[in-house]
Nanobody
Framework: QLVESGGGSVQAGGSLRLSCKAS???????????KAWYRQAPGKERELVAS???????NYLDSVKGRFTISRDNSRKTVYLQMNSVKPDDTGVYYC??????????WGQGTQVTVSS
């Protein structure tokens, strides 16, 4: 149900904006879910990059603080990850996740981000 876009190749210091649209989810389902972006680099485990709760509390991986911003547009049922001042270590497949404490858990298919030095 989640479609990601915005990945690609960029040079270090550049910017990308990832989008994740829950096209087949109704707004009343989308709104209360916690939204998050994860990434997985080659040979490494998947890690949480950023999350935003329904009451807009945000959480970031230490290495992206001050560079990445997560946001959501409930009317568009879309989650964003604005990535600025990217570094080669930001390279990986980025996944969108929407989930709730009651057990709802949705993942996107992933979008590749490659940062060259």
């Amino acid at each position: 149900q989640l479609v990601e876009s915005g990945g690609g190749s960029v040079q270090a210091g550049g910017s990308l904006r990832l989008s994740c649209k829950a096209s087949r989810m109704i707004t009343s389902t989308f709104r209360p879910l916690t939204k998050a972006w994860y990434r997985q680099a080659p040979g490494k485990e998947r890690e949480l990059v950023a999350s935003i709760s329904s009451d807009e509390n945000t959480n970031y991986l230490d290495s992206v603080k001050g560079r990445f911003t997560i946001s959501r547009d409930n009317s568009r049922k879309t989650v964003y990850l604005q990535m600025n001042s990217v570094k080669p270590d930001d390279t990986g497949v980025y996944y969108c996740r929407l989930h709730s404490q009651s057990g709802n858990d949705y993942w996107g298919q992933g979008t590749q981000v490659t940062v060259s030095s």
